[in-house]
């Protein structure tokens, strides 16, 4: 965060990081961020889902980097809500705490969401990374344009998105009730009232990991009946036909009940039969 005359700035872009241990894959997250400032004024708001840590290595006391804590375990959309409520930036980003952000992402991402005021979120596209580090193949891309493929899937990455703070509070910000697709089920929102897009640059490193889970939530048919209810909104937005989003959304809840019952693997974790050939986009 910049100081100047000793009064505290305001950032145009607010980096949230949920986390809820101090860790390597956390340093390097925020080290991924640090490497890329100086084009426009940010901070780095790490929010602790849970008390904050006791002790504090240097890498955490940064001076673009504040801490907050949510005080007790509540979800990483509770986190998120919590990191925008105390910002006060045009922009908000995000990165998970375990996946990093590559040099030139905050460059791209504010001269798009500057030169396009009908754009509220903007992602990039990603590559895989295993717990190492090391780059296992590109993260799958959608094929026509975001908005539309909002209607059959997610194809965002989480950590890959920035979004005008005040199309945010329009839309609502994080459902807390939502124990995962969190940022689906908002990207929803958002698409309903603004474009979404994703950039043709690989800006984002996804890492997964063997900690990761894919177990059935808690409510997992009322967070099926919600996502599906969102589509439908979207459809009727796009002047989509409704009857064919209805099948859309059957067969996407059958996916992801086979996929939570281990009948099947998430689409991301298909890396470990073959690593793709394609070459990483500049």
Known sequence: MNQQSGKRTTPRVTFIVPAIAL???LREALCSLRSDAGFVSQEILVVFDGALPDARPAWLN??????ISTGSRGGAARAINLGIEQSNSEYI????ADDRSLPGRLREQVTYLDANPAVVAVGTNASIIDELGNHVREYPRPVESARTALL??????????????SALHRAGCYDV????????????????????VILDKELVQ???????????PRGFFSLMRKISQRRLSLATEL????????LRNLVFTAAQAARYLRLRKAGY????????SRGKNS
């Open 23 to 25: 860790n390597e894959h």
């Open 62 to 67: 940064a001076s673009c980097v504040r801490i």
């Open 93 to 96: 980003g995000r990165l998970d």
């Open 152 to 165: 059959t899937r997610n194809p965002f990455v989480h950590s890959s998105l920035m979004m005008r703070r």
């Open 177 to 196: 009730s939502c124990i995962r697709m969190q940022d689906y089920e908002l990207l929803l929102r958002l698409a309903a009232i603004g474009q979404v």
């Open 206 to 216: 996804y890492r997964v990991h063997s900690s990761q889970t894919s177990s059935a």
């Open 239 to 246: 002047r989509h036909p409704l009857s064919t989003q209805h």
């Open 269 to 276: 974790r298909s890396y470990q039969s073959k690593r793709s």
